[in-house]
Structure formats: C-alpha cells, structure tokens
C-alpha cells in the first residue's frame, strides 16, 4: 500500500466516506418519503361517492381526480414494485460493464423524471406507467448503495453504517405520510414535483463528480466482465474469469453473467438461508404496515390507529435498525453472529409481539408491541450484512438485487391479501394477527439454521478482475485512498 505509485492517489474523489454515507442516506430517505407520500391521504385522496340522495362529492387526490377503483388505486400504490423487481437484476448485472456509480447516476436521473411525470399525469394508466418507472430508477440505487457503503465504511464499523443507510426505510415512510398530508393542502402533484426538485441534485452528482469504483470490478472502459461463473464444489462460491473486450458486451453476455451470477447464489447455502428467513421475516411486517392499523381499530377500538401503529413503527424502526449494525460490530462482525443476533432478536421480538395481542388492555399491547418490533428491525443490518459478505465482492450487486426481488416476490407483495383472505374466513382479527406474527417464529428459526453452516467472508477473496496498476487509483475504495494519500 504504501509502495502505491504517486499517480495512484492523484485527482481524488470529492467524496469523503462519510460524505458518502450522507448522500446514500438522504437518497435513500427520499425514496421512502415517495412511497409514503403516495399512501397518504393528502395525496392518495379518496374515491369520488353518491349518497342515496343523489349528492355527490368529487373525491380528493389521485383517486378522485381520476375516479380510481379501490383496486386500481391498489396497483398504482404498488406499480413501482414491478419496474423494481425487472430492473434490479439487470442494474447488478450492468455493473460488470459500467462504472456502477455512473448506474446510480442513470438509476435516479430516470428516476426524478419518472417522478415529475407523476406530476404531470393524467389519467390511470399515465401515473401507472410513470410509477413503474419510478421503481426501474430506484433499482440501481437499492441493487449498489449498500456495496459502496460496505466497502468504504471504517472495518469496525460496517454494520453500524449499514444500520443508519436502512434506518432511513422506516423514517422515510413515516415523514411520507406527513409530508403528503401537509402537501395535499395544496395538491397532490407538487407532492411529485417536490420530491423531484430534491432528487435532481444528487441525480446529476452521479455523472459531474469523479467515479467511484466498487470493490472486484475493474474501472469502467479498461477492462469488461465477460465471464462466467464456474462451479466449486468445495467452498460453494465461484470463479469468476474475465476476459479483455474492445467492445462493448452484448445483450447476451449481460444475460450470461447474470445467469451464471444466479448460478453461484443458488448454490451458495448461506445466501439461500439468509434470503429464505428475510422473506419469512418481511411476509409479516409487510403484513403489519398494511392491516396493523384495521387491526388495531378492530382489536382495541383505537380511534388514531394510523397514528399510533405509524409512530410506534418509526420509532422502532430507527432505533432498532440502528442498535442492530451496533451490537453486530460489538460482537464482531461474522457471519456466524449476524445469524446468532438475527436468530435471536427475531425469536424474542416474536415473543413480544405475539404476547402483545393477547392482552385486552391497549397500553400492556403498545409497550409490548413497541419493545417487539424494536427488536424485529434489529435484523435489517445484519440481514444484509450477511446477503453482502457471504458472496464475492463482484457479485454483491447481484445479492442485493436478487433479495430484495425475493423478499418481495414471496414476502409483503403476497402476504396483505392472503392475511385478508385469512381473516375474511375466521373473522376475527386477534386470532388474524395471532397467526401473521407466528411466522417470525419461523424466520427466527430459518436464521438459527444459518449459525451451523460452515460461513467464509468473501469480501477478501479476489473477484478474479485483473487490472493494470495505472488503474488500481480507479478501483480502491475511500478510505484506502486516504491512507495512500497519507503515507
């Protein structure tokens, strides 16, 4: 390192790490500000209604503007989710090929213009086109932000920054439904175009400021990856071999990498362990975003539900996210501890859930339920601590992308109708919540699982990217590029 050529630590980075973390953080808030915006009243609104009489009422927001249907008021609050789960294989893919900071920069330049045009929208079919591109522009943020961060967080500290980047989900939503309702005074589409305005900095930050360069990928424009992913039985990882190319890769070498990318992950046992206990784990809290606060009406007759289970939830959220990237970095960060701390904040979050809806007494069911769910969202750093480290650093875009597509697919997309078919059948909404909440059991157990099998941090390990000692100034994270800068 400290050998390093003067021409290796030239023309650095604007950014600092923690100018980084800041900006990844602030992006990312802004997104969930978006998702929680669209859900609240001020801009959801409500249908336009006809009383027996014949008095009719033109509605409010996006629902009343283009006299939606409760379902497809459904499917614009969710059409983001398909732009998402299509785009964020083929961003992680990508990555092999371009510079993945330029990806963000094209991820939320798409973004910010998707957003205005919901603004702009003008009737059902506009704003749902315009949604699901906000979900393409949001996947190559959610498929690299956490990579970058991994790789220029200090060592005994990776987990915690991981923990302050996913406290912004919960804090994003809350802010969300107070901004939309705030905003809504005035109308729902400046709720958009705010947003936008916000987001255009940081958009064109992504292609004026110099690149950054993630851990196991070479500079973009000196070497591609072409290659494939071999398996090995013995360390069920991968080789990852690239090749030199002087033009630009084909549709069908993307494909290629992507599939032999999947390839590794199926086989890697404790990717596939972590991921299968984050979809159990996020069956249920997408379960309690969407039914906690009809459920709590009906259970304890709370006339401020929205606001209780709302506040509760952020509360939580940020401590509990951010105690868990703490404890983790105390215990040291293994993947053996991530599974010991995830298997056990899961197992006694459960219980205190689960208890907190047998008691009749609204107070015992708030302080139970608010000591849960700070130790359920004590798992978001550590989950993806393990989706990061337990593959090499070049397919670490495509762990992140293929969980959070799953966590989706079989987690919180599936788990609000059938917890309402559930309780459309039975009825009643403690033994409904009951049964939702026993499913952290099984997460709880699915992660225990994890601790017996046999774990190697790869983060180290070579990701098979030759690159020429002119280029290494290109692709040393942040902090390494300090040290070279002060030796």
């Not at 960060?333 to 007494?361: D, E, M, P, Q």
């Not at 099984?442 to 992660?447: C, D, N, P, Q, S």
């Amino acid at each position: 390192m400290a050998g390093a050529p003067a021409s290796s630590v030239s023309n650095p980075s604007w950014f600092t790490p923690k100018r980084l973390l800041v900006i990844f953080c602030i992006i990312n808030l802004i997104n969930y500000i978006d998702r929680g915006a669209i859900a609240s009243n001020g801009v959801n609104g409500s249908r336009r209604t006809c009383s027996e009489s014949g008095v009719c009422s033109s509605g409010s927001g996006i629902q009343g503007d283009f006299d939606l249907t409760n379902f497809e008021d459904g499917i614009i609050s969710s059409a983001f989710m398909v732009g998402l789960l299509v785009a964020s294989p083929i961003f992680a893919s990508s990555a092999n090929s371009i510079n993945p900071f330029r990806l963000i920069g094209i991820g939320l330049t798409v973004w910010t213009l998707a957003v205005a045009f919901c603004g702009f929208s003008f009737n059902f079919w506009s704003i749902a086109i315009s949604r699901m591109l906000v979900g393409v522009g949001e996947a190559s943020f959610i498929s690299l932000a956490a990579p970058f961060i991994d790789d220029n967080a200090p060592v005994a500290q990776r987990t915690a920054w991981l923990g302050a980047f996913y406290m912004c989900i919960p804090t994003g939503v809350a802010v969300g439904y107070v901004y939309g309702g705030l905003i809504g005074g005035l109308s729902w589409r400046w709720a958009f175009w705010v947003e936008a305005i916000f987001m255009l900095p940081f958009a064109i930050l992504g292609f004026v400021m110099k690149p950054l360069h993630l851990k196991g990928f070479s500079p973009s424009g000196s070497k591609i990856a072409l290659a494939s992913v071999e398996d090995d039985s013995e360390d069920q990882g991968g080789r990852v071999e690239v090749a030199n190319a002087s033009s630009e890769p084909s549709r069908f070498t993307v494909l290629k990498i992507f599939g032999k990318g999947m390839k590794v992950l199926l086989l890697e046992k404790v990717y596939v362990v972590n991921v299968l206990g984050y979809i159990a784990y996020n069956f249920v809290i997408g379960s309690y975003s969407y039914w906690g606060p009809k459920a709590g009406y009906n259970i304890y007759h709370m006339s401020n539900a929205d606001y209780m289970f709302g506040g509760v939830t952020a509360v939580c959220g940020i401590f509990g996210t951010l105690a868990g990237g703490l404890v983790l970095d105390r215990m040291t960060a293994t993947i053996s501890n991530a599974f010991k701390l995830l298997s056990f904040a899961t197992l006694v979050g459960a219980i205190f859930c689960f208890a907190a809806f047998c008691f009749k007494s609204l107070y015992a069911f708030l302080a139970f339920f608010a000591i849960g769910e700070l130790l359920v969202f004590a798992t978001q750093a550590p989950v993806n601590f393990v989706c990061l480290h337990c593959v090499k650093p070049s397919l670490r875009p495509l762990s992140m992308a293929i969980s959070t597509v799953s966590i989706h697919i079989f987690g919180d997309v599936p788990s609000s109708p059938l917890v309402g078919l559930l309780q459309d059948h039975i009825n009643d909404w403690r033994t409904t919540a009951l049964i939702l909440t026993s499913i952290l059991f099984l997460a709880a157990g699915i992660w225990f699982i994890g601790i017996f099998l046999h774990s190697v941090d790869r983060y180290d390990e070579d990701s098979g990217h030759s690159v020429d000692s002119t280029d290494k100034s290109n692709s040393i994270p942040l902090l390494e590029e300090k040290i070279l800068d002060t030796a």
